[in-house]
């Protein structure tokens, strides 16, 4: 069954659909990475759309590895040509694939909340077996609220990790309205937060956003 396509979902397109959108993008053919990506069972990432894309297809997105120039690629495929989906991977799942210096801070984020999942460079080499990971890679996570505590301690948590952190820790909070950028949460309640939603980004108060947890 293909999970509901929210934004940083994952999804594998079928030969015929990949095959399709080479020809749409024939720029990509100067990638041999790239045409071969599904055949290789390797996955894409839904994004929001651009005002570039094609009007009802799904949006979506492969960021290269640093080996072949770190570029981010973004093609717009129907959703027939997908054949399954998922949430990105837990933290818990793709940790294996961390440098051994990131290990501590993995193991307290996922004492702070053992769902946490992450979709930037460590998702990517856990998921493809391709070096993304470099010296100077962030740590790329998402947190999905689940309850009132869970909205008031979860900043103040992250942010004290991130202190002693040997990685940049970036991401987002998730709630209803979409994903706000973890240290804009870290503010007071009246602060206005940047909330990014499938379809673009609004604005709401940090206290707004808090209070609109999942029950």
Known sequence: MVEPLVRHSMVKVSTAGWAAAMGRYPELA?????????????????????C????????????????????????????????ASAPPPLLADAG???????????????QLLPET????????????GLRYLTDGSD??????????EQARALPSGIAEIASQAPMRLDGEIVGPAGGVQWRELT???EDEVLVKGLTGVTSATRAAFLAGYVS
């Open 52 to 83: 570039s894309d094609v009007a009802g297809m799904i949006p979506l997105g492969l960021p290269l590895p640093p080996s072949h120039g770190k570029r981010r690629i973004a093609v717009s495929l129907a959703a027939t040509d997908i054949v």
């Open 96 to 110: 294996g694939a961390a440098p051994a210096h990131w290990r501590k801070t993995i193991d307290l984020l996922l």
């Open 30 to 50: 100067s990638e041999p990475i790239v045409a071969g990506w599904a055949q290789a069972g390797r996955p894409l990432i839904v994004r929001r759309p651009t």
């Open 187 to 189: 503010g007071t309640d």
């Open 117 to 128: 999942r992450t979709f930037g460079s460590l998702a990517w080499q856990h998921l493809t």
């Open 139 to 148: 740590l790329d996570l998402l947190w999905t609220l689940s309850s009132a």
